[in-house]
């Protein structure tokens, strides 16, 4: 393998997602060559830590730094999770990757079990894509079958279970601790921290979460070596990442990408804007990051820092493209109605102010704002980040902000006009997009 293919395997879909599939195009070595060269857990996850792999799942924390944080020789059962609990709007990759490669996940997490001591594992996968967690079942019985998962793995000493398990498609329990929570059978809300996962997890135990896209990449990673990986992006940004491109685009899809490539290039790939429109903006992780303007994200490459430096973050990789057909008020107004509905209400400042929030917008989107509503929704937001248990807060703050910064005068005038800035047959013709799957 020259480079990792985890979407899809690089070979035909249908057939790529079993086994037989997966070790034809050499699935399953890089396990077999940790117990045969052999590599301990600290070379396992010194290699990771090489490759600068970066969590896949929106915080870009290193992975090879959090597996480390686990107490291996702790007496006692250890856990490690992989969270498939894609909720964000705009994101559909880590679906594709258990429908089309599902045993890259489980390589990868056998592997991260054997470098964290952890001796079970289970895939926490959204409940709305049901077919795909019935798919990993399968993938799962495969493996189990061929002596991959279960006691003594390939004859070695080291033993891992690995289940599947379903939520019921809220978006909060995306957060690893409310996860964690439903994983338990209780309602899916999240706790407080410290104590951290790593030490205090999964039924009190210490625990390692990672993400789906993470997973899929340790074993290119531990079968090519960490440098190699990070050859493929740039300094502190390593390997690929898949980007699920939604919006304006001809296009929308997934598409695994170096870190580093420049966003026109993706853009390209996606087919470029639709009707040759012009970019107006793009959220490019996922809608609980900042809004970009166009001319600024034009001039951005794809990775976690150069994102950073331009004014938002990368997130889950979804870039919503969004042309000049696009009333950013309105835009607005549908992300504030789903972190609104979606707060587990746990914390007084989400529960409350994300329903301010969606009202406050709500008001000025059907002519009833005020000039001041601008200076209080930036107020309210302010209120709300850093002030809650889990990110949800930030996550429904950092939108409002953003768009209000960038795109204020469309904002006002709304408020002034008592109606968009964009005509509304310009609207209609734009608003026959779906933002998330393109199929």
């Known amino acids: 393998m020259s480079l990792p293919t985890i979407l899809t395997g690089g070979l035909d879909r249908e057939s790529s997602w079993r086994l037989a599939d997966y070790e034809r195009r050499g699935g399953y070595q890089a396990l077999r060559a940790i117990f045969s060269r052999p590599l301990s857990p600290d070379d396992v996850i010194a290699e990771v830590k090489k490759s600068s792999l970066r969590g896949r799942g929106g915080a870009g924390f290193p992975t090879g730094l959090k597996w480390s944080f686990m107490p291996r020789n702790l007496p006692g059962e250890k856990y490690l999770i992989c969270n498939s609990d894609e909720g964000e709007p705009g994101t559909f990759k880590d679906r594709d990757i258990l429908r089309w490669n599902p045993h890259a996940v489980i390589e990868g997490m056998i592997i991260g079990g054997y470098a964290t001591g952890a001796t079970r594992g289970y895939n926490y996968i959204h409940g709305e894509i049901f077919e795909v967690y019935e798919r990993f079942e399968q993938a799962l019985e495969e493996a189990r079958v061929a002596g991959y998962l279960g006691k003594n793995i390939l004859g070695s000493e080291f033993s891992f279970e690995l289940f599947a398990h379903h939520g019921y498609g809220a978006y909060i329990c995306g957060e690893e601790t409310a996860l964690l929570e439903s994983i338990e059978g209780k309602k899916g809300q999240p706790r407080y921290k410290p104590p951290f996962p790593a030490s205090f997890g999964l039924y009190g135990r210490p625990t390692t979460i990672n993400n789906t896209e993470t997973f899929a990449n340790i074993p290119w990673i531990i079968g090519n070596g960490g440098d190699r990986f990070l050859e493929m992006g740039k300094a502190n940004n390593g390997g690929t990442k898949i980007f699920s491109v939604s919006g304006h685009v001809n296009r929308p899809g997934n598409y695994e990408i170096p870190l580093g490539t420049p966003f026109v290039k993706l853009l390209e790939m996606a087919g470029g804007m639709r009707a040759g429109r012009k970019l107006k903006a793009c959220i490019?992780?996922?809608?609980?990051?900042?809004?970009?303007?166009?001319?600024?994200?034009?001039?951005?490459?794809?990775?976690?820092?150069?994102?950073?430096?331009?004014?938002?973050?990368?997130?889950s990789g979804a870039v919503i493209i969004m042309d000049e057909t696009t009333c950013m008020v309105r835009a607005l107004e549908r992300l504030s109605y789903f972190y609104f509905e979606e707060s587990c209400g746990q914390c007084t400042p989400c529960r409350e102010g994300t329903g301010w929030l969606?009202?406050?917008?709500?008001?000025?989107?059907?002519?009833?704002?005020?000039?001041?509503?601008?200076?209080?929704?930036?107020?309210?937001?302010?209120?709300?980040?850093?002030?809650?248990?889990?990110?949800?807060?930030?996550?429904?703050?950092?939108p409002v902000k953003s768009f209000i910064q960038h795109f204020r005068d469309e904002f006002a005038y709304h408020i002034d006009n008592r109606r968009c800035l964009v005509p509304v047959e310009m609207q209609r013709e734009g608003s026959r997009i779906y933002v998330g799957e393109p199929w």
């Open 358 to 398: 969606y009202r406050v917008v709500h008001r000025i989107e059907h002519g009833q704002g005020r000039q001041s509503d601008l200076d209080l929704l930036t107020s309210v937001a302010d209120n709300i980040a850093g002030r809650t248990i889990c990110a949800l807060g930030d996550a429904a703050a950092l």
């Open 284 to 315: 490019p992780g996922g809608s609980s990051m900042p809004v970009l303007p166009g001319d600024v994200m034009m001039n951005c490459d794809m990775d976690y820092d150069s994102i950073a430096k331009a004014g938002s973050a990368l997130g």
